[in-house]
């Protein structure tokens, strides 16, 4: 059982590594022009799916900090939804703590 388990990691792993040599470029073309709204959401969908690996979650502030200024509501939402989705409630309590 342990062997199947070590598997199923190993897949995870090179997923998340296929996931990233996929929208990286992806990412450099839409940090490298605007975009309209409706195509950075479309990318922050499925990097959102990612984002508990640290390289993609890299790509995905990378996306959010061209577009903070551009697109504020749309910036937040996509910064909500990656709290709610991968944050876990110890984290949410010690963010809101801080305030």
Known sequence: M??????????IIQIHQKAYEVYLPLVEDVCSRTVSEDELSYLLDYLLD???????????????????????SCIKSYIEAYREMWEDEKERLERTEDK
């Open 50 to 72: 990612f984002a508990c690996d640290e390289k993609i979650l890299g790509l995905y502030k990378r996306v959010c900090r061209r577009y903070l200024y551009l697109y504020p």
């Open 2 to 11: 342990d062997e199947n388990i070590y598997q199923i990691a190993e897949q």
